[in-house]
């Protein structure tokens, strides 16, 4: 049986997010949280292929407390286990440590045969993550997928690229992205959030990882945020022009510089 692992993230709902002008971070108190939408994308095929050739679903994510909350619901779609990685030393993380932090996790789980998760967040977009965590951990990687299935011993994915898209075929060990919208999720069961709730979700911190503080967190970040600023909206003048003054619409335009006469600039 297959033993795969399933990253995710609560993330604020991005309508709703603001910055916090001192400590230049997310100010995640003031909005909804819910799961990264990539992330159930990644939970989705894993569930798939949990479905055709069996397999444990393990879910982490790194958060505060309430992020359990993420994991319980991943659990009611379908996944077997939930670990919470939460303790105030991992605050403040940039994508190097977090990357770090969750490989350890997976380290600690043991003989992990696929890894799965969103290909970025929607509150920070960086998509570095999955990729960190696959070079922390030495294995393969699949980036980009929007099609993932197992086929004989093998990961079989579609990627989308710039100019087309790429079929691989990977051995595990092998960690694998997945773009959003790729498939429809699953919705959750009531049955099984009602066992997810009595089962509960496991919470590992640094001495349970074996981490240092000073490599995780904030203080292991190598990012820095100087300073912020909010881009203001260009506002764009709007002006009815009636056909038959079309031409001195044209005219005014050429005068400001705005075309040229002849031909658009």
């Known amino acids: 049986m297959l033993n795969i692992v399933v990253m995710i993230k609560q993330v604020p709902d991005s309508s709703e997010v603001e910055i916090d002008p001192v400590k230049m971070t997310l100010n995640r108190t003031k909005a909804r949280n819910v799961v990264n939408a990539s992330d159930l ?7 798939q292929i949990k479905d055709k050739v069996g397999a444990t679903i393990t879910v982490i994510s790194m958060g505060p407390p309430m992020a359990d909350s993420a994991i319980i619901e991943c659990m009611a779609r379908g996944a077997d286990r939930g670990i919470l990685i939460t303790d105030r030393a991992f605050a403040g993380a ?4 977090t990357g770090l932090t ?5 380290s600690k789980i043991g003989n992990v045969d696929i890894i799965f998760g969103g290909d970025e967040t929607t509150d920070s977009s960086t998509g570095h993550v999955g990729p960190g965590v696959a070079e922390f951990l030495g294995i393969d990687q699949i980036t980009y ?22 079929i691989v075929k990977v051995k595990p060990p092998v960690l694998v992205t997945v773009l959003l919208n790729s498939n429809l999720p699953r919705h959750q069961s009531l049955r099984k959030k009602i066992d997810a709730l009595r089962k509960g979700v496991e919470s590992w911190g640094v001495n349970e990882l074996g981490l240092k503080p000073e490599w995780v967190g904030l203080r292991g970040s190598p990012t820095i945020v100087r300073s ?3 881009i203001k909206e260009i506002e764009h003048m709007k002006k009815k022009i009636d056909i038959d003054h079309l031409g001195d619409m044209v005219k005014e335009l050429v005068d400001k510089g705005l075309i040229k006469a002849g031909g658009s600039q």
């Open 94 to 97: 940039d994508t190097y440590p």
């Open 41 to 47: 994308n990644a939970l989705e095929y894993a569930l």
């Open 228 to 230: 912020m600023k909010t």
């Open 102 to 106: 969750l490989a350890a996790t997976i």
């Open 145 to 166: 997928a929007k099609t993932v299935d197992y086929e004989d011993g093998y990961v079989v994915a579609t990627r989308e690229l710039e100019d087309g898209d790429e």
